[in-house]
Structures are given as C-alpha cells and as structure tokens.
Nanobody, 125 residues
Framework: QVPLVESGGGLVQAGGSLRLSCAAS????????MGWFRQFPGKEREFVAA????????YYADSVKGRFTIFRDNAANTLYLQMNNLKPEDTAVYYC??????????????????WGQGTQVTVSS
C-alpha cells in the first residue's frame, strides 16, 4: 500500500482551471504507474487519466482529452492533474491511485490498490 493524499479541489466557474496534487509516501512511487479517477454521486468510479511509471506515456478518457493533463514529479513523490476548460459535467470527487504492482503499466480500475481520500471538484455554470 502507498499512502496518498490529494489536494487542490474546490469550486470553479465553467471554463476555469484547477490543478490537483497527490502526495505519496514511501519509496516506491517512482516505480508505480499512477492514475486519476472520479466518481459522480450514485455512480461507480471511472477512469480519468493515467501515467506510466517512467512518465513516458499518458492516457486519458475521451471526455477529458485535450483539457486535462496528468504528470508526475518522481523526485517529489507527487502526481498532478491539470484541469483546464472545466465543465459542469466534470463535477465529481477525484481520486488518485497507485498501481498494485511495481513496473507495470496497466490501467484498469482493478489494477490500482492504493487510493487517496478524494477531493471534491465543483464546476458551476
């Protein structure tokens, strides 16, 4: 397990931007693929973005492609999600997650075993 703590959520108007951060503890962050997921009320958690453990590749849900950017700073054990041109339909609780295994680049929900506490993002119209 990798302790994760998210920050950066809040209330923003449509068209605005937010940057989420996810601080990880321990020594394995740089060897784990990481992801961001979100959950709408009454819905299952869904994939938003992921980044390989080397940061060589990133992946996005179609709904956020071109607006969100995932990146990581392995020296600082921190994962980020830059969210631009936010829309009301982006309103959700956002979670960062760490892959359950080292040096693996798979991005199904079940591949992630460590989760942050979640941070609320609210986009007003």
């Amino acid at each position: 397990q990798v302790p994760l703590v998210e920050s950066g959520g809040g209330l923003v108007q449509a068209g605005g931007s937010l940057r989420l951060s996810c601080a990880a503890s321990g020594s394995t962050f740089s060897s784990r693929a990481m992801g961001w997921f979100r959950q709408f009320p009454g819905k299952e958690r869904e994939f938003v973005a992921a980044i390989t453990w080397t940061a060589s590749s990133t992946y996005y849900a179609d709904s956020v492609k071109g607006r969100f950017t995932i990146f990581r700073d392995n020296a600082a054990n921190t994962l980020y999600l830059q969210m631009n041109n936010l829309k009301p339909e982006d309103t959700a609780v956002y979670y960062c997650a760490a892959h359950s295994r080292l040096n693996r680049n798979t991005f199904q929900l079940a591949d992630f075993s460590s989760w942050g506490q979640g941070t609320q993002v609210t986009v007003s119209s």
